[in-house]
């Protein structure tokens, strides 16, 4: 696929949940291949700022004791403990190798798409931003919701870089997968999207 300098700059790449509670061993809410591609997303957001592309690190920080999290994760907020991904904490941070730049924007969201209660549509499109390039973590959830409302919402292309994004197994990773290419999802390797033309 070949992508004008024009092309790039409609462009963003989303970062997403790539943040300790959910890549660090031992974290309750640990993704189980987040660690692994966690050098593939250092690699994208890399090949991303050299494109010129606006970076997107789409986090969850809640309230520490829980008031905005799904009903099914409240019981992880019980008994006076901060839960996981609170606002402040170490687990809400970003893993080591990923840093929040001058020109990047951060979007917190509290469900599972991006979109979801978010001003993520009307930020893009006052960006003008039209095509958009999905890594982190994870697959059948947080990837999958944000895009299958992109698709909704008709950006002109969405990729999902397939050893940049992680499921708990493989086999759920790429169940989903192939669930998104089946809507028209773009689903290259980060090594084919490193050779798409500048």
Known sequence: MAYSDNKWKSSALLVIDMQKDFILPGSLLLVNGGLAIAPNVIKAVEVA??????????????????????????????????GPVSKGSVGAELVDGLVIKDGDYKLVKTRFSAFFATHLDSFLKTSNIKNLVV????????????????????????????????????????ANIVD???????????????????
């Open 180 to 198: 998104m290419k089946n809507i028209g999802v773009a689903i290259p390797t980060l090594e084919e999207w490193c050779r798409w033309e500048d």
């Open 135 to 174: 890594t982190g973590v994870q697959t059948p959830n947080c990837i999958r919701q944000t895009v299958f409302d992109a698709v909704a919402l008709d950006y002109e292309s969405v990729s999902v870089l397939v050893d940049a994004t992680a499921a708990s197994t493989p086999d759920i990773h790429i």
């Open 49 to 82: 700022r050299q494109r010129g592309m606006l970076i997107i690190w789409v986090v969850r920080e809640h309230d520490p004791f829980g008031r905005d999290v799904e009903l099914f994760r409240r019981h992880l907020y019980s008994d006076g403990e901060v």
